[in-house]
């Protein structure tokens, strides 16, 4: 079978743990879903959930309150990574309660 | 693309790859490679060895069914550059265009065998729905996929899930037929590293 454990964990402390232009607890909550003040919320919230309704508007708020293309480079794929996450993470567990007492 | 850093702030070395690749293919470069090779570091290194393991690992599905599960995760988060992108690639790997097409226009009928048909079913759900639960994977069970199978299923899923919402939020300009055609070529002959 393949094996992504090592690499996926690779992946998210890349992300969530090393350096970027954007604050470690700032990357920590855009993974997590956490809430986030201003126009990033609803843009990660679209990341996370609807990514086809992102507009350009939606980036171009997230501009204008202060943020820097990196920054918005690195909180999208801190959102977009952990709201796969949240969704294997559930798939794994389900299967594991269906494998148990096997 | 959204953002003006993953059009054209890539460091001169990538620039100049980037010029290579487009006088060699003579199409642009698709703008999956553009973010992938933006402080690759960060996310495109890490992301494409996850890709690749999950993509064209050692698994009991074949390299046309893990395409077509991608092309089915796409599909649910109608993610229209990935949708092209792993259509022409399954399509290509089982050298049959109408088994793809009919997958994608009625999985429930899917003429593919009871194991996989079955697992397309519950990583659609997953990808629609965030989650599923011990009776979903059991159905799965029932229908004849291994856990293992399921392990493997669900890697793909996950780094689609990344990718889909990576090319929609940075908006991704999606190829045309040749440009998919060459994609799907390359993805078979080289994988994702």
């Known amino acids: 079978m393949t094996d992504i454990v090592a690499s996926r964990a690779a992946l998210t402390a890349r992300l969530v743990d090393g350096d970027g232009t954007t ?37 171009a708020a997230a501009k204008a309150a202060g943020l820097s293309e990196d920054q918005l480079f690195e909180l999208v794929i801190a959102a977009a990574v952990g709201q796969a996450t949240t969704q294997y993470e559930s798939a794994r567990a389900a299967l594991a309660a269906a494998t148990a007492g096997d | 693309m959204r953002l003006a850093i993953l059009d054209r702030g890539h460091s001169l070395g ?64 109608a993610c229209e550059f990935c949708i092209g992108a792993h259509t022409a690639t399954s399509t290509r790997a089982y050298g049959d265009a ?73 908006a991704f300009a999606v190829p045309g037929p040749k440009a998919l055609d060459s994609a799907a070529k390359f993805l078979l002959a080289r994988g994702y590293r």
Not at chain 1, 32 to 59: E, F, M, Q
Not at chain 2, 44 to 64: I, L, N, Q, Y
């Open chain 1, 23 to 59: 604050p470690r607890e700032q990357r920590q909550a855009a993974f997590a879903g956490a809430r986030l003040a201003g126009p990033l919320d609803a843009l990660l919230d679209k990341v996370r959930l609807a990514a086809t309704r992102v507009t350009d508007a939606d980036v």
């Open chain 2, 14 to 77: 990538t620039k100049l790859l980037f010029a290579v690749i487009g006088a060699m293919t003579r199409q642009p470069v698709p703008e999956l490679i553009k973010l992938l090779r933006y402080r690759p570091d960060f996310f495109g290194d890490p992301m494409k060895v996850v890709t690749h393991e999950a993509m064209r690992g050692p698994s009991a599905w074949s390299v046309a069914d893990r395409e077509l599960m991608a092309a089915v995760v796409s599909r649910v988060n």
């Open chain 2, 98 to 170: 109408g088994k793809v097409a009919a997958v994608l226009a009625d999985p429930a009928n899917a003429p593919v065998e009871q194991p996989l048909r079955a697992t397309l079913a519950m990583l659609a759900k997953l990808t629609r729905e965030q989650a599923v639960d011990a009776g979903d994977m059991r159905a799965v069970l029932a229908a004849g996929a291994s856990p293992r199978q399921v392990e493997d299923a669900l890697a793909v899923a996950f780094a689609f899930n990344v990718i889909n919402r990576l090319a929609d939020s940075f």
